[in-house]
């Protein structure tokens, strides 16, 4: 027995020096992970915490519903900038899933492995863009030489979420099955056939929950509006993307600026209306993902 | 090593229902064969360098059972697979050679690989109904997804749901999902669904390997049913699934065909050492 020279004495059972320095090392190495893995949920704890306290206390119905007070006075509403914000996001959403699905289907269903690849990359590149440098390029080619516009800020946030919808499209694709493809070749199907009405439909679930994705991460997208829709013609209910369009994250960014304390709360306030809309979303996202997984596992 | 169902034609299922009774007038089928012969001609079939099958020459006859045997890897999925040009679906998968259904080679050049694929259906090791479509589409998914409307649907779907001995078990649920039933009806589901399609030819890649015995026992008296109507080709690991539903049985090793003879002829009396060491289990 040649392990028996480690250990000083006794049993062969009960562990040396060498032993309980590794079910140290263990411990500490469990503890540390576990403590990240807590310090990562308390975060996000900490900040929805803070928000709702510092922005319940300006949130009632009419918040939701009025237009903002004029400057100084009290009561006012964010409809402007939800009204503002549905309309840009719902305009970059209708642009971004059609072309992301489309991309993820060319990708995962007709494309070589090597075209594949490069798309990924590419879409992995344009994911990485910072949102800034999208918003001047749209300034750039949109707004110079005309103005602001909410459809300059649409497609600004349609190339934010176009790598997103694309990319979980991809996984969700590349998760249906390969038999039911071959189940369709099978009986003499055209592909596309096979991908409109097989594997897209398969798919359906997690397809939405890429889609949701991407609007929970545009919602909150300030950067390129700042470019193309910060500077608003009047406080009222805007629905043409012609002209700059208010909207949450610019109205949080100017509100919290402002030297009005009574802003402040309006602030924490709108943080708190776009916190709870991207928790839901996440929400609603998760639904549709266990739907598919539950489809594709057969109940 | 019993080949008693495979050559009685009075064979019926026993727990058939009168109005799932496979008649031909339930099925509305000719009585005439219909099904075509499938010749294979010196086919060579290649994974990217790798060749998996060598100068494969057979024909498999009209209207008959032929069941495919041999060692896993020996090629015999590959060799179905090529006979309705399955095979060169897999990236970096190509095949020489000759496929003649009837007089016609599947792999000529003008050729429309889903006509191809029409007349000679395939069904699955594993059941794969899809997911989104209910029993009914499912059956209905190879005749609506080409563009089949109306009546003539509905009723093809009843047709070949009665003839795979399902339809008494399924008729009054025709719009729950298909993989809401058991493993073997749905491997029947997928049976229905390659008759639907009307083909010539029947291929079957180990339609039984996932079954429990009981499911396997009614897919193989399926088969025993089909064959007055379709030309079958039934790859199998099981060689008593071979006698019991082949009428002539292939062994092949590493790509070639070794061996073709009558599958009585094939257990008893084999021709070649090879075959003669694998049907006795010395390998494989």
Same mark, same amino acid.
């Given at each position: 027995?040649?392990?028996?020279?480690?250990?000083?004495?006794?049993?062969?059972?009960?562990?040396?020096?060498?032993? %309980?320095?590794?079910?140290?090392?263990?411990?500490?190495? *469990?503890?540390?992970?576990?403590?990240?893995?807590?310090?990562? !949920?308390?975060?996000?704890?900490?900040?929805?915490?803070?928000?709702?306290?510092?922005?319940?206390?300006? +949130?009632?119905?009419?918040? @939701?519903?009025? *237009?903002?007070?004029?400057?100084?006075?009290?009561?006012?509403?964010?409809?402007?900038?939800?009204?503002?914000?549905?309309?840009?996001?719902?305009?970059?959403?209708?642009?971004?899933?059609?072309?992301?699905?489309?991309?993820?289907?060319?990708?995962?269903?007709?494309?070589?492995?090597?075209?594949?690849?490069?798309?990924?990359?590419?879409?992995?590149?344009?994911?990485?863009?910072?949102?800034?440098?999208?918003?001047? @390029?749209?300034?750039?080619?949109?707004?110079?030489?005309?103005?602001?516009?909410?459809?300059?800020?649409?497609?600004?946030?349609?190339?934010?979420?176009?790598?997103?919808?694309?990319?979980?499209?991809?996984?969700?694709?590349?998760?249906?099955?390969?038999?039911?493809?071959?189940?369709?070749?099978?009986?003499?199907?055209?592909?596309?056939?096979?991908?409109?009405?097989?594997?897209?439909?398969?798919?359906?679930?997690?397809?939405?929950?890429?889609?949701?994705?991407?609007?929970? %991460?545009?919602?909150? *997208?300030?950067?390129?509006?700042?470019?193309?829709?910060?500077?608003?013609?009047?406080?009222?209910?805007?629905?043409?993307?012609?002209?700059?369009?208010?909207?949450?994250?610019?109205?949080?960014?100017? +509100?919290?600026?402002?030297?009005?304390?009574?802003?402040?709360?309006?602030?924490?306030?709108?943080? /708190?209306? /776009?916190? +709870? @809309? !991207?928790? +839901?979303?996440?929400? !609603?996202?998760?639904?549709?993902? *266990?739907?598919?997984?539950?489809?594709?596992?057969?109940? | 090593?019993?080949?008693?169902? #495979?050559?009685?034609?009075?064979? $019926?299922?026993?727990?058939?229902?009168?109005?799932?009774?496979?008649?031909?007038?339930?099925?509305?089928?000719?009585?005439?064969?219909?099904?075509?012969?499938?010749?294979?001609?010196?086919?060579?079939?290649?994974?990217?360098?790798?060749?998996?099958?060598?100068?494969?020459?057979? $024909?498999?006859?009209?209207?008959?059972? $032929?069941?495919?045997?041999?060692?896993?890897?020996?090629?015999?999925? #590959?060799?179905?697979?090529?006979?309705?040009?399955?095979?060169?679906?897999?990236?970096?998968?190509?095949?020489?050679?000759?496929?003649?259904?009837?007089?016609?080679?599947?792999?000529?050049?003008?050729?429309?690989?889903?006509?191809?694929?029409?007349?000679?259906?395939?069904?699955?090791?594993?059941?794969?109904?899809?997911?989104?479509?209910?029993?009914?589409?499912?059956?209905?998914?190879?005749?609506?997804?080409?563009?089949?409307?109306?009546?003539?649907?509905?009723?093809?779907?009843?047709?070949?749901?009665?003839?795979?001995?399902?339809?008494?078990?399924?008729?009054?649920?025709?719009?729950?999902?298909?993989?809401?039933?058991?493993?073997?009806?749905?491997?029947?589901?997928?049976?229905?669904?390659?008759?639907?399609?009307?083909?010539?030819?029947?291929?079957?890649?180990?339609?039984?390997?996932?079954?429990?015995?009981?499911?396997?026992?009614?897919?193989?008296?399926?088969?025993?049913?089909?064959?007055?109507?379709? $030309?079958?080709?039934?790859?199998?690991?099981?060689?008593?699934?071979?006698?019991?539903?082949?009428?002539?049985?292939?062994?092949?090793?590493?790509?070639?065909?070794?061996?073709?003879?009558? #599958?009585?002829?094939?257990?008893?009396?084999?021709?070649?050492?090879?075959?003669?060491?694998?049907?006795?289990?010395?390998?494989?």
């Amino acid at each position: 027995m040649g392990a028996g020279s480690l250990q000083p004495s006794g049993s062969r059972l009960v562990g040396g020096p060498r032993h %309980r320095r590794r079910v140290a090392v263990n411990r500490l190495v *469990e503890a540390g992970c576990t403590l990240a893995a807590i310090l990562a !949920v308390a975060v996000l704890a900490l900040v929805v915490i803070s928000v709702l306290i510092k922005g319940l206390p300006a +949130l009632n119905l009419g918040f @939701f519903t009025q *237009e903002p007070a004029p400057f100084g006075q009290p009561g006012g509403g964010i409809a402007n900038s939800i009204v503002g914000s549905a309309i840009l996001v719902g305009l970059a959403t209708a642009i971004s899933v059609p072309v992301g699905i489309m991309v993820a289907v060319y990708t995962t269903q007709f494309a070589g492995p090597r075209v594949a690849g490069a798309i990924r990359f590419a879409l992995d590149i344009l994911n990485g863009v910072p949102t800034i440098v999208t918003g001047v @390029f749209i300034f750039g080619l949109m707004v110079v030489g005309n103005q602001q516009s909410g459809w300059a800020a649409a497609v600004a946030l349609a190339i934010v979420e176009l790598p997103i919808v694309a990319r979980s499209a991809q996984e969700v694709l590349a998760l249906v099955p390969r038999s039911l493809q071959e189940a369709g070749l099978a009986l003499g199907l055209r592909r596309w056939r096979i991908v409109v009405r097989i594997v897209v439909p398969t798919a359906a679930g997690g397809l939405i929950t890429g889609a949701v994705l991407g609007v929970a %991460r545009v919602a909150g *997208e300030t950067a390129p509006l700042l470019f193309t829709s910060s500077i608003f013609s009047d406080l009222g209910i805007t629905t043409s993307p012609s002209q700059a369009m208010p909207n949450i994250p610019v109205t949080i960014f100017s +509100l919290s600026e402002s030297p009005a304390p009574a802003d402040h709360a309006r602030a924490w306030a709108a943080a /708190l209306v /776009l916190i +709870l @809309f !991207v928790l +839901l979303l996440s929400v !609603v996202a998760r639904a549709f993902h *266990e739907r598919t997984r539950r489809r594709l596992t057969g109940r | 090593m019993s080949t008693r169902r #495979t050559h009685s034609n009075e064979m $019926t299922t026993p727990d058939i229902n009168e109005d799932e009774h496979p008649d031909l007038g339930a099925l509305g089928a000719p009585v005439a064969p219909t099904g075509h012969s499938v010749e294979v001609q010196e086919l060579n079939a290649y994974y990217g360098s790798e060749q998996a099958l060598r100068e494969v020459t057979l $024909t498999f006859a009209a209207n008959t059972v $032929t069941a495919i045997i041999g060692p896993s890897g020996c090629g015999k999925s #590959t060799l179905v697979r090529c006979i309705n040009r399955m095979h060169e679906e897999i990236p970096g998968a190509r095949a020489e050679g000759r496929v003649l259904l009837g007089d016609e080679d599947v792999y000529a050049p003008k050729v429309d690989i889903t006509a191809v694929r029409r007349a000679i259906g395939m069904v699955f090791q594993r059941p794969n109904p899809f997911p989104t479509m209910s029993i009914f589409d499912n059956v209905a998914a190879g005749l609506k997804l080409a563009g089949m409307r109306g009546e003539a649907v509905r009723e093809r779907v009843h047709r070949s749901l009665r003839a795979v001995g399902l339809w008494g078990e399924v008729k009054d649920r025709l719009n729950r999902p298909g993989i809401g039933l058991s493993g073997g009806q749905q491997q029947r589901l997928c049976i229905a669904r390659t008759i639907a399609v009307e083909p010539e030819v029947i291929l079957m890649d180990e339609p039984a390997s996932a079954l429990d015995p009981i499911s396997t026992l009614r897919v193989e008296e399926l088969i025993a049913e089909l064959k007055s109507r379709y $030309t079958i080709v039934i790859v199998t690991h099981n060689m008593q699934q071979a006698g019991r539903v082949a009428d002539s049985t292939v062994f092949m090793l590493d790509g070639s065909l070794v061996e073709h003879a009558p #599958t009585q002829q094939m257990f008893t009396n084999p021709r070649d050492e090879r075959t003669e060491r694998y049907v006795t289990g010395k390998f494989g």
